[in-house]
């Protein structure tokens, strides 16, 4: 699948977000799209994820997939830190 149907959730106002993932959707014709976030914005993006298949495409859209991971990397400081990341799959119910 092209990298292009992935939604990085972060600071923007919610239904930016739920927006993006309805346009992949309506106007682009995705048949998935990836909802992508870390730590702290996880539960957004469940939240976004959510909203966009219950609300906004009713009975079309449901979730095929949850993956969670997390990452290392090297912060400001050069500590070590790890952060939670998860990618959750919506696609168009056949």
């Known amino acids: 699948m092209a990298e292009d149907n992935s939604i990085f959730i972060g600071n923007r106002p919610f239904m930016n977000y739920v927006t993006g993932v309805v346009m992949q959707f309506t106007t682009k014709g995705a048949e998935e799209v990836i909802v992508k976030a870390r730590g702290k914005f996880i539960a957004r993006a469940v939240d ?47």
């Open 48 to 94: 976004v994820s959510e909203v966009a298949a219950k609300r906004f495409l009713e009975g079309s859209v449901g979730v095929k997939d949850i993956k969670i991971d997390s990452e290392e990397f090297e912060n400001k400081e050069g500590k070590q830190v790890r952060v939670s990341t998860i990618e959750i799959t919506l696609e168009k119910n056949k």
